[in-house]
């Protein structure tokens, strides 16, 4: 989507300040200066709160080097001028707010959104069912992960209630 040519996504602002006003993204300069870990925080935090916490969002994922990403979302991203700038609010009809910032307060490192998101996207795309090889499939797309670390986080999403085993 070129710049300019469709408006942002409506949920877009208000949750990416929602996120900046809870301490979960770094906003403190424009969108386009932000660090690689503040970018793939958003897409992450956006992808949860899409395909698990029930926020309406129409972005589309594919696979991608740190997981699960959206280029309309980052284009949406990079149209933003200021986070801290926008109005606060403009979420009130999403149900499960709550439950998603609590969730994302307690699981804000961007490593293990990156492995957790790599795991939903997996496990949705591709292996409905197989634990097994489920996180042998996540170790070969993220060698840089050790197995251990993939199923610590893998053991993090079914205790959270995100994935079931």
Known sequence: ??????EADGNIAPFLRLLCDHGLINCKTNPNDSTLDTRIKAQ???????C???????????????????????????????ICDMPSGGLEGWAKKEDF???????????????ATTLI?????????????????????KRDFS???VEQVYADLVSSGLIAE
Do not use: C
């Open 147 to 149: 197995k251990e670390y």
């Open 52 to 82: 698990r916490f029930g926020l309406e969002f129409r972005y589309s994922h594919s696979l991608h080097l740190h997981g699960p990403y959206s280029i309309e979302l980052a284009n949406d991203y990079f149209r933003i001028r200021d």
């Open 101 to 115: 910032l609590k969730f994302a307060k307690g699981h804000n490192d961007v490593r293990w959104l990156e492995i």
């Open 121 to 141: 996207f997996t496990l949705e795309a591709y292996m409905k069912g197989s634990r097994g090889r489920l996180l042998e499939r996540v170790q070969e797309i």
């Open 44 to 50: 992450k935090l956006v992808y949860m709160a899409q």
């Open 1 to 6: 989507m070129p710049h300019g040519s469709k």
